[in-house]
T-cell receptor
């Protein structure tokens, strides 16, 4: 399966711990997007990255959240000192180029639960 | 602020009928609009894309219309099947980048 791979699929953390979510884009895709889906709500954009660059992080909370997409390896969404309100499904998507009307290909998400 | 509205109530239809889902938006000038399907526990799957200068797009049993004057898109599934049961999301993007703004989705239930 050459689709977008996210891991882990489920992640449980206690309040105050760190959560690391990983995303490997489709082969040949160099653009990665992270979205968050709260229960009974729509997908909300968080951040858009290219290799080694953050292009748009307008949807990221100002504190505790960070994202990276290194030259080698998957993109990482990191949440420090998690709180109950961080419980959500986090989806990663990728595309082969910036826009030009390209559809985004989504992974099946990481479901984060905070105890 | 930008707002994208989809009917939050589930749409229940009989197999074989045409399902029509609505996406309305305000305070937005999208360059293009996309429709996705999402099944429980899965990520969204791309279905169709329509540009601002296009009125209609078709793909097999699917049809999308885009009216930038009414600020509305309609998504039609003809000859619906139980396998079409899912949540359907509309998403808008402008020319500033590839960030998609999603509506809340409409759940479609097709009964045999």
């Amino acid at each position: 399966n050459a689709g977008v791979m996210q891991n882990p699929r489920h992640l449980v953390r206690r309040r105050g711990q760190e959560a690391r979510l990983r995303c490997s884009p489709m082969k040949g895709h160099s653009h990665v997007y992270w979205y968050r889906q709260l229960p009974e709500e729509g997908l909300k954009f968080m951040v858009y990255l290219q290799k080694e660059n953050i292009i748009d992080e307008s949807g990221m909370p100002k504190e505790r959240f960070s994202a990276e997409f290194p030259k080698e390896g998957p993109s990482i969404l990191r949440i420090q000192q998690v709180v109950r309100g961080d419980s959500a499904a986090y989806f990663c998507a990728s595309s082969p180029q910036r826009w030009d009307n390209q559809p985004q290909h989504f992974g099946d998400g990481t479901r984060l639960s905070i105890l | 602020s930008q707002k994208i509205e989809q009917n939050s109530e589930a749409l229940n239809i009989q197999e074989g009928k045409t399902a029509t889902l609505t996406c309305n938006y305000t305070n937005y000038s999208p360059a293009y609009l996309q429709w996705y399907r999402q099944d429980p526990g899965r990520g969204p799957v791309f279905l169709l894309l329509i540009r601002e200068n296009e009125k209609e797009k078709r793909k097999e049993r699917l049809k999308v219309t885009f009216d930038t004057t009414l600020k509305q898109s309609l998504f039609h599934i003809t000859a619906s099947q139980p396998a079409d049961s899912a949540t359907y999301l509309c998403a808008l993007a402008n020319n500033a980048g590839n960030m998609l703004t999603f509506g809340g989705g409409t759940r479609l239930m097709v009964k045999p």
